[in-house]
């Protein structure tokens, strides 16, 4: 079954930068987004940043302008580049990819990371 390795995780200070990187064990045959989600203890997981299968990319409103999310051109890959971090953003970091991993006969799903956690010092 696929594994999405997550890195780039770790302490840092308000302000600093943090680039997190999630590498998919295997090939899909077809993805229909990639993306990363965030959740802080006693919070729902929440959308950070997504790219969908056209080329469009979506953002939340509280890191637009700070952070930019990236993919390989092979697809297996997917990149969030995190700056001017705050305490706010202290969180555990999850990567999805949504699609058909394998074949076109796998079933269509989500498949996550085990998430990274971030810290955000004041």
């Known amino acids: 079954q696929v594994q999405l390795v997550e890195s780039g995780g770790g302490l840092v200070q308000a302000g600093g930068s943090l680039r997190l990187s999630c590498v998919a064990s295997?090939?899909?045959?077809?993805?229909?987004?990639m993306g990363w989600y965030r959740q802080a203890p006693g919070k729902q997981r929440e959308l950070v940043a997504v790219?969908?299968?056209?080329?469009?990319?979506n953002y939340a409103d509280f890191v637009k302008g700070r952070f930019t999310i990236s993919r390989d051109n092979a697809n297996k890959a997917v990149f969030l580049q995190m700056n001017s971090l705050e305490s706010e953003d202290t969180a555990v970091y999850f990567c999805?990819?949504?699609?058909?991993?394998?074949?076109?006969?796998?079933?269509?799903?989500?498949?996550w990371g085990p998430g990274t956690q971030v810290t955000v010092s004041s």
């Open positions: 790219w969908r299968s056209g080329g469009a990319y």
């Open positions: 295997g090939s899909f045959y077809i993805i229909n987004s």
């Open positions: 999805t990819f949504s699609g058909q991993y394998g074949s076109r006969w796998s079933p269509l799903k989500d498949y």
